[in-house]
T-cell receptor
């Protein structure tokens, strides 16, 4: 089954404790991205990757890191999480750039206390 | 930055009625997409309309695009309780890196009352 998976689905952590949210797709997609969703603000793009070893900032990259060492994986790293990063996070992938249909993961609900 | 803005923010209708949601955007696009999100879940792609198309159908969905007005509408006919969800329009924009990124509006929350 074609899908995007994220782990963990739910995470409660404390300020400053480094964490990684994994994202994996099995569709051989070149393009992958991370979004955060907050009430009243909709979805905002954090980072995206056009292909292996090619990443770039989205609209809200501060406080986040990403890497793309393999085509299928695109982890999101929070080196020092803060409460304002409490949000619902989505990973998405598509055949090529953002002009194509995006396939979304199920989401990761992160709470930073 | 968000390019697409949906209207209305919330819509409540009776089952069987039609639901219309609108999206306005600011800059030229290659295509416009509509997505659906059930509460707290991942977005699901519904339909994509290219900038050279004016109307597209998929089952009970009808999407129109007016590039001169920079607007699109999504019509759901004969609505069902299962259509209750948030609906987002998404437009592509050319990034500084020369690639296209997808930007989403804030969504329309549709409630279909049985």
């Amino acid at each position: 089954e074609a899908q995007v998976t994220q782990n963990p689905r739910y995470l409660i952590t404390v300020t400053g404790k480094k964490l990684t949210v994994t994202c994996s797709q099995n569709m051989n997609h070149e393009y992958m991205s991370w979004y955060r969703q907050d009430p009243g603000l909709g979805l905002r793009q954090i980072y995206y990757s056009m292909n292996v070893e090619v990443t770039d900032k989205g609209d809200v990259p501060e406080g986040y890191k990403v890497s793309r060492k393999e085509k299928r994986n695109f982890p999101l790293i929070l080196e020092s999480p803060s409460p304002n990063q409490t949000s619902l996070y989505f990973c998405a992938s598509s055949f090529a750039s953002g002009t194509y249909e995006q396939y979304f993961g199920p989401g990761t609900r992160l709470t930073v206390t | 930055s968000q390019q697409g803005e949906e209207d209305p923010q919330a819509l409540s209708i009776q089952e069987g009625e039609n639901a219309t949601m609108n999206c306005s955007y600011k800059t030229s696009i290659n295509n416009l997409q509509w997505y659906r999100q059930n509460s707290g879940r991942g977005l699901v792609h519904l339909i994509l309309i290219r900038s050279n198309e004016r109307e597209k159908h998929s089952g009970r969905l009808r999407v129109t695009l007016d590039t001169s007005k920079k607007s699109s509408s999504l019509l759901i006919t004969a609505s069902r309780a299962a259509d209750t969800a948030s609906y987002f329009c998404a437009t592509d924009k050319l990034s500084g890196a020369g690639s296209y990124q997808l930007t989403f509006g804030k969504g329309t929350k549709l409630s279909v009352i049985p």
